[in-house]
């Protein structure tokens, strides 16, 4: 169970720290003042700041988030609570340059205490103009914090002077504010904000493919396990431990080459050339047969007709390694097939081909399978989170409100009428999203005890 546990933990929290650090980049790339980057949600257990970010670990697992500047500002002139946040944060910022200056106050009393004393510093030539040099800067002061810092040494007080811009900021500042906030980017910059997260982890999939390609993955090799009564396979005179070599004169080397032959035969004659281990030696034997047609289950959890010959693998594999230009091209292809497989599967749940019931899983079987898979070896784990890096992925740009896909769809109509929906709008579709989360949370969830109970 600790096993499961932690599996589950490291992989989930690498899947959503790529997702996180796919929106953290773009927005850097767009100019976007990023607050906070959080892994896990709050209470903050452990972070620290660098730059103009905070970076922490929540005690609730299983989630994470970017905090960019102007996530709660609305579609009006900012209010005064916004305009106090974003002081607050600039102040951290002059803090955080002052401390690795000489000249600056020591990091000692409040902040408050050392912030006024850095607006002193600042504002100590005859035009009372802030300067940078005067607390370290190697850079000019940008616009708010020197209004900022002009406003703390004319009050005499820091408070006073978040009060005073807050309740009459600057132009200067509002502007300054508008140019770093998400909101105001223009929409080609929201979008590749939002969709970095999901192609993220999409991305993240051929790269851990081609890892695990290098490495090695276990092969299923074609060892026959147990024979069908009354198949094919069967009359023409197929064991238990027959290794079969090739079909139609054509080599195999894996239990997945036998059957993609067999059910692309089309019900045609096959010839198969086995070895068959008989007192301690491999002697050659050929068998013919022809594939009939049966109802086998499928990926998506239903049945499905197919052509068989009636064999099952016994479970002999070895360790497969390809070459680094192999291992890309291959990490690419499969990328592209399991995608297409997750896709087809969350269609089929969504128009009801596939029970739901049968289909989702919540955080107890992802553990469970998390565990397993660990218990299996690197390969294993690691195929485990390209699955669900790539579910991950796709399922975040549903055009869900709470998902990344509802920011999407709420700049769709933005684009098409020119204009953001309004803010009351977007709230009541945030509303209904997060209803329809929490209750798909706890029917997975219900599902995950009902499959324990039920064995």
Known sequence: MLISIIA??????????????GH???????????????????????????????????ATPFGGYVK?????????????????????????????????????????????????????????????????????????????????????AAKGSVRDAFSSIGEHPPAALVRRMRERSFPSQPLFKRVAIVLAGPLANVALAPVLLTVVFLYGVPRLLPVVGQVKKDLPAERAGLKPGDHIVSINGKPIAAWDDLSSMVKSSGGSVIALT?????????????AVLQAVRDNQSTVYGDTASAWIIGVTPRGDSELHRVGPLGAVERAFLETGRITSTLVVGIVRIIDGSTPA???????????????????????????????????????NVLPVPMLDGG?????????????????????????????????????????????????
């Open 68 to 152: 960019m500047l102007g996530d709660e500002i609305g579609d009006d002139h900012p209010v005064a609570q916004d305009v106090q946040a974003y002081l607050e944060e600039i102040g951290k910022d002059l803090l955080g340059s002052a401390q690795k200056s000489s000249i600056a106050p020591p990091a000692s009393g409040s902040e408050e205490d050392r912030l006024l004393a850095i607006a002193r510093l600042a504002c100590a030539d005859a035009h009372g103009q802030a300067g940078a040099t005067a607390i370290g800067l190697t850079r000019p002061l940008h616009s708010d914090e020197a209004i900022l810092l002009e406003e703390i």
């Open 274 to 286: 086995l070895e068959r281990t008989d007192g301690g030696q491999k002697l050659p034997i050929s």
């Open 24 to 58: 953290f980049l773009v927005a850097k790339w767009a100019g976007v003042r990023v607050v906070r980057f959080s892994i896990g949600y709050p209470p903050r257990i452990f972070g620290f700041r660098r730059g103009e970010t905070d970076y922490s670990i929540g």
């Open 357 to 395: 019931r049968q289909a989702l899983g919540g955080p107890i079987m992802i553990a469970q399978l998390a565990g397993r898979e660990a218990r299996a070896g690197f390969a294993s784990i690691a195929l485990f989170a390209v699955m669900l890096s790539i579910e991950l992925g796709i399922i």
């Open 8 to 21: 589950a933990a490291a992989v989930l929290g690498l899947l959503v720290l790529v997702h996180e650090v």
């Open 407 to 455: 920011h999407l769809l709420f700049f769709l109509f933005e684009g098409v009428r020119g204009r953001p929906l309004q803010l009351r709008h977007r709230e009541i579709a945030q509303q209904v999203g997060l209803f329809l989360l929490v209750t798909l949370m706890a029917f997975v969830i219900i599902n995950d005890i009902s499959r324990i109970v039920q064995g």
